[in-house]
C-alpha cells in the first residue's frame, strides 16, 4: 500500500501539484467570504445548520477548482509511448464536470475525444485525466472544449484530433430561461478531422450505442 507521501511524489510526477484545498489559511479565508455572503442573503451564520456551512463550501470550492493545480501537458507526458499505430483512437462518454465563469453554477455531460496518433500514443486513461484538469476550473464549455484540443495537439503532435462535448447548464435550467432539457453541443478539431469523411467516421462512432 502506497504512503501518504509516496502518493503525493507519484501524483506530481504524472503532472498533478499539490492542492490546498485544505489548507487551513487558504479555507478560512474563503469560508469568511462564503459567511458574509449567509449573512447578506438575511441568514444567521451561527444557527446549527449553517454554522460550519462556510467551511465545508470553501472545501467544495477548492475541490470543484482544483483544475488551476494540474498541468495538463504534464498529465499526457507521463505516459506517451512510441508506436507506429495510424488509426483512430477514441474514447467517449468521459463524464465532465465543471463551473461555469459567469455564474458559478454547474454544468455536466459527457466529453467525446479522439486522436490520430503521429509515432506515439498515450495512455488511454490520460486522456479523461485531461478532460478533468480542465474542467475543473472556471469555464465557458467552448474554451473548455478547445482548451483540450490544443493541449492533445501541442503535446502529441498527432495527425488530427477532435474533441466534442455535450452538456446541460444549471444557469440555463435552474434560472434564467429555465429550459430543463437542453443540451449544448461543442466541437474543436484539427488536422485530419478536418476532412468530412474523417470528421463523419468519428462522429458516427462516438453516437453508436448511444442511449435517446
Do not use: W
Not at 10 to 37: F, H, L, S, T, W
Not at 152 to 173: F, N, R, S, W, Y
Amino acid at each position: 500500500m502506497n504512503r501518504p507521501s509516496d502518493m503525493a511524489q507519484e501524483n506530481e510526477m504524472n503532472g498533478y501539484a499539490k492542492i490546498d484545498q485544505y489548507n487551513p489559511a487558504v479555507i478560512g479565508r474563503i469560508a469568511e467570504k462564503y459567511r458574509a455572503v449567509l449573512e447578506e442573503l438575511g441568514e444567521d451564520p451561527q444557527r446549527e445548520g449553517l454554522a460550519k456551512t462556510p467551511e465545508r463550501a470553501a472545501k467544495a470550492l477548492q475541490f470543484l477548482t482544483h483544475g488551476y493545480g494540474l498541468d495538463p501537458a504534464e498529465i499526457l507526458r507521463s505516459a506517451m509511448f512510441r508506436e507506429e499505430y495510424q488509426q483512430m483512437v477514441i474514447v467517449r462518454d468521459i463524464e465532465v464536470y465543471s463551473l461555469c465563469e459567469h455564474h458559478m453554477l454547474p454544468f455536466f455531460g459527457k466529453a467525446h475525444v479522439a486522436y490520430i496518433p503521429n509515432g506515439h500514443i498515450v495512455g488511454l486513461s490520460k486522456i479523461p485525466r485531461v478532460v478533468d484538469a480542465f474542467a475543473r476550473r472556471l469555464q465557458v464549455q467552448e474554451r473548455l472544449t478547445v482548451d483540450i484540443r490544443n493541449c492533445i495537439e501541442e503535446t502529441l503532435k498527432p495527425q488530427g484530433v477532435a474533441v466534442v462535448i455535450e452538456a446541460q447548464h444549471l444557469c440555463m435550467i435552474m434560472r434564467g430561461i429555465q429550459k430543463q432539457h437542453s443540451i449544448a453541443t461543442t466541437s474543436a478539431f484539427t488536422g485530419e478531422f478536418n476532412s468530412e469523411k474523417t470528421r463523419a467516421e468519428f462522429m458516427r462512432l462516438i453516437t453508436r450505442g448511444s442511449q435517446p
